[in-house]
Structure formats: structure tokens, C-alpha cells
């Protein structure tokens, strides 16, 4: 998670897009991703609550903000319930669900 979110900052599309899961990654435009990334100024990641996602794990959750400001300069919080799924030894992102 916190690399995906530093992807994010970084603007790094691939690494985003390779970290999806594969089955997902078709409901993901590169362009749209990097418009996010760019026009918005990350400021921090909260890891609220995990649960399993350990080495022994092939699956978990990760229930996080993310603050940053829009293009308008307004401070926005990110809530997100994300599931992820680990096959042959790799973590993908499967899908997340928006929190209010």
C-alpha cells in the first residue's frame, strides 16, 4: 500500500498499473492516473487498519486516507478499504472500496 501511494506521488503510472491486478487493470486508464497524480499535491498516507497481508498471507486489506489538494487548492481525504491478493509471491491491488 504505502508503495503504491508513493507511486502516486511520484506520478509512476507503470509501477500502478504493474501493481494492479492483472484481471483489473483494463478498468484503469494510464492517462486518468497520471492526471490524478499530477494535478493533486500529496501531503500524507494514514494506514488506518490492516488485516492479514503478512508473507504467510495471499490476501489482505488495507483501510487508509490519503490527504492531498485538488487542482482548486482544496484539501481532500481519500478513504479507502483496499483489498489486495499476493500470487506466485507478488502483491496486487485488487480493488477498493470508498469510504465516507
Known sequence: MRSRYSAYVEADVRYILKTTHPSKRKYYSAASIKKWATSSKWIKLEVITTEKGSSADDKGTVTF???????????????????FVKEKGIWFFLEGEVKE
Open 65 to 83: 486516507k490519503a490527504y492531498y489538494s485538488n487542482e482548486e487548492n482544496l484539501s481532500v481525504v481519500h478513504h479507502e478499504h483496499s483489498y
